[in-house]
């Protein structure tokens, strides 16, 4: 969905505003429906994406401290999940889970990045797995405060998955 936000154009060929690229239309569609679902963010950092979100109540807690929509990002490693969920935290968005996949294709190979083991970038991590949901919880905390907002009521829970290891038959 990151990748699908190019601008659009009207019939007599005028750009449209930049809500209305595929990438926004698909967001804002979702985020107006009754659904309580998740929305699957990959192929890298779109910050015109991630703040449009921000617009949307179903995306922040509600008065109860409930999020009616969730936020999962596919990332190849810790350091992008980590700076890809601070830009969201920041404008109180909370990163359900990270789906570390492939930086090829998203589709499990065994080589997460260029060169780096998927096994590695998973140790990482568990090793960093608290300081992760920390960073984020607190920076999400302090944009909840500053809009009026109640923090969650659930744990802070970080959701971390990775491709199944395939079996060729």
Request: hydrophobic fraction near 40%; charge should be positive.
């Amino acid at each position: 969905m990151t990748k699908v936000d190019k601008p659009n154009f009207d019939k007599a060929g005028n750009p449209l505003g930049r809500e209305f690229s595929d990438a926004m239309a698909a967001l804002r569609g979702f985020a107006q429906s009754s659904l309580q679902s998740a929305v699957v963010f990959s192929a890298g950092l779109n910050p015109g994406l991630y703040s449009y979100c921000a617009q949307f109540p179903d995306f922040l807690p509600d008065a109860y401290g409930q999020l009616k929509k969730r936020i999962i990002l596919k990332v190849s490693d810790y350091r992008s999940a980590l700076i890809q969920g601070r830009f969201l935290a920041k404008k109180g968005l909370w990163v359900d889970e990270f789906r570390v996949e492939s930086g090829l294709n998203c589709g499990g190979h065994a080589f997460a990045t260029p060169g780096h083991l998927l096994g590695p970038i998973l140790a990482e991590f568990a090793e960093k797995r608290t300081e992760l949901a920390e960073t984020l919880r607190s920076s999400c905390e302090t944009a909840w405060e500053q809009l009026g907002l109640p923090a969650l009521r659930q744990e802070y829970q970080l959701k971390l998955s990775a491709p199944r290891r395939r079996r060729h038959s």
